[in-house]
């Protein structure tokens, strides 16, 4: 059974950090770009980060950049979000995705919009005082 599962989440301070981690069952990680998204209440799901399969290639919505660092151990076939200085607008569902096949280019321009083969059930993370 093909099934991607997030784990991490929870509760922090703002400033605070967690990493989440994506792992994989039923198929490998590596021909795969991996995808986290994040959904909060009342808002659309944005892209927050990837990283591809082709030369571990990664990418950042702004809002992010700087702050979380996605890396993937195929050893362990996951992929992980370190989130560091977090914010509470940063508090979300938290989604992994994965996608293959994408040409890297393809994936560069529009990483957060690709048509994503499996997705994770979620993960909460909340960043409150």
């Known amino acids: 059974q093909v099934q991607l599962v997030e784990s991490g989440g929870g509760l922090v301070q703002p400033g605070g950090s967690l990493r989440l981690s994506c792992a994989a069952s039923?198929?490998?990680?590596?021909?795969?770009?991996i995808g986290w998204f994040r959904q909060a209440p009342g808002k659309e799901r944005e892209g927050v980060s990837c990283?591809?399969?082709?030369?571990?290639?990664?990418y950042y919505a702004d809002s992010v950049k700087g702050r979380f660092t996605i890396s993937r151990d195929n050893v362990k076939n996951t992929v992980s979000l370190q989130m560091n200085s977090l914010k509470s607008e940063d508090t979300a569902v938290y989604y992994c995705?994965?996608?293959?096949?994408?040409?890297?280019?393809?994936?560069?321009?529009?990483?957060?919009?690709?048509?994503?083969?499996?997705w994770g059930q979620g993960t909460q993370v909340t960043v409150s005082s």
């Open positions: 039923g198929f490998t990680l590596d021909r795969y770009a």
């Open positions: 990283i591809s399969s082709s030369d571990d290639s990664t």
């Open positions: 995705a994965a996608v293959e096949g994408i040409h890297p280019v393809l994936l560069a321009a529009g990483w957060a919009t690709a048509p994503y083969d499996y």
